[in-house]
């Protein structure tokens, strides 16, 4: 069965911190995708990339920046952490023409 | 004004009704995307569609594209149907599969 892992399924930070959210597909797809997940808000798209070492930034990057050094493993990075971003984070990956396959999410709470 | 309209927000529902989830948007897509969220779970892709209709067990998705409107029905609902499901359309070309999301319907099936 193919698999999109998040790292921690609970995190918490606090602010300032350097926080990495780490992805792993294994399915070789080409496009992966960070998501964050707020009430009322929906979910939002943050970076993708569309290939290794190919990243484009989503409705939301501030705050944010993304790393695939290798086509399996997309990072989150949230450079200094602040409180406002404490959500649930969610990565999906796709091959073209075909569904998405999402991991189980990373809440974070950032104190 | 969200691009994705879902409808309704909240439902309730007994056991064994049938069940419609209605999604409508406002510009041109290449696929329509159903979505399957359960409580502190991870997102599942129940459908990707871009025409037509599509039946998975108890699930049934339609598409009218020149309406651009989507149905979700649910035939004999059970109570581990309850979740959120979520609309999303993907506008193809260079998007690279980039997704805009529906608010979600809240489902809620009593035994």
């Known amino acids: 069965d193919v698999k999109v892992t998040q790292s921690s399924r609970y995190l918490v930070k606090r602010t300032g911190e350097k926080v990495f959210l780490e992805c792993v597909q294994d399915m070789d797809h080409e496009n992966m995708f960070w998501y964050r997940q707020d009430p009322g808000l929906g979910l939002r798209l943050i970076y993708f990339?569309?290939?290794?070492?190919?990243?484009e930034k989503g409705d939301i990057p501030e705050g944010y920046s993304v790393s695939r050094e290798k086509k399996e493993r997309f990072s989150l990075i949230l450079e200094s952490a602040s409180t406002n971003q404490t959500s649930m984070y969610l990565c999906?990956?796709?091959?073209?023409?075909?569904?998405?396959?999402f991991g189980s999410g990373t809440r974070l709470t950032v104190v | 004004k969200n691009e994705v309209e879902q409808s309704p927000q909240n439902l309730t529902a007994q056991e064994g009704e049938f069940i419609t989830i209605n999604c409508s948007y406002s510009v041109g897509i290449s696929a329509l995307h159903w979505l399957q969220q359960h409580p502190g779970g991870g997102i599942v892709s129940l459908f990707m569609l871009s025409s037509g209709k599509k039946k998975h067990g108890r699930l049934i998705a339609t598409i009218n594209i020149q309406e651009k409107h989507s149905s979700l029905h649910i035939t004999a609902s059970h109570p581990r149907d309850s979740a959120v499901y979520i609309c999303?359309?993907?506008?193809?070309?260079?998007?690279?599969?980039?997704?805009?999301f529906g608010q979600g319907t809240i489902l809620t099936v009593h035994p």
């Open positions: 999906a990956s796709r091959a073209p023409n075909y569904g998405y396959t």
């Open positions: 999303a359309y993907g506008a193809g070309g260079t998007s690279y599969g980039k997704l805009t």
């Open positions: 990339s569309y290939d290794v070492k190919m990243k």
